[in-house]
Nanobody, 123 residues
């Protein structure tokens, strides 16, 4: 099993940027899909972005495409989520996740989760 720890959340104004980090430990990651999800109060957890750990292929939710970028540093075992042009509706707890199903967008496709980091965008 893989352990995940997120960091980098905070308070930012509309139009601002934040970069979230997710550091992984435990098993090897060559076959893992690494993803980011978010959950706003009173809403279900929703998919944001994901990438294959050993490749450069990525996919995004339509709501963040063109504004968010997922990337990774294999040497540091860290996955990043660069968030630009932030909107009020991006406010949520952001979770890092690891799974084995390529193309998965459901929380059930990911078996390991971090504790979450709060992102608040002020209007």
């Amino acid at each position: 099993q893989v352990q995940l720890v997120e960091s980098g959340g905070g308070l930012v104004q509309t139009g601002g940027s934040l970069r979230l980090s997710c550091t992984a430990s435990g098993r090897t990651f060559s076959s893992y899909v690494m993803g980011w999800f978010r959950q706003a109060p009173g809403k279900e957890r929703e998919f944001v972005a994901a990438m294959y750990w050993s490749g450069a292929i990525t996919y995004y939710a339509d709501s963040v495409k063109g504004r968010f970028t997922i990337s990774r540093d294999n040497a540091q075992r860290t996955v990043y989520l660069q968030m630009n042009s932030l909107k009020y509706e991006d406010t949520a707890v952001y979770y890092c996740a690891a799974g084995l199903r390529w193309g998965g967008r459901s929380p059930t496709d990911f078996g390991s989760w971090g504790q979450g980091t709060q992102v608040t965008v002020s209007s």
